[in-house]
């Protein structure tokens, strides 16, 4: 279950319900699979919408390597996630909602 305080969510993936965290890792392999220069550049990336499905699977798959889950993005590609890509979407924005706070 996920903790909160913890920057954790739950998600439906697979048909399983996994937890999600940014660690600092997590963002560290973020910024360097998306070849963002730090955290700013990342931040600014999703604020402004340039997601791609790719970026999708490499969030998703960073938070859950983060949670302590041994999946590699290729085996996430491959895995149902509730809602389709509109729900993969929503998980990533609400995983980075938990990891950086609401920005108004």
Known sequence: ???PQRGEIDAEIG???KTLCLTL???AE???RLQASDLNGLV???AEGRVSARDLTAILGAGLRGAGNAITD???ARLSIEGGLKGAAQVCVRLLQATFGETQ
Do not use: I
């Open 30 to 32: 973020l910024e360097a």
């Open 25 to 27: 890792g997590a963002l």
């Open 1 to 3: 279950m996920a903790n």
């Open 44 to 46: 600014e990336r999703f």
């Open 74 to 76: 290729d085996d996430l």
């Open 15 to 17: 048909g399983e319900t």
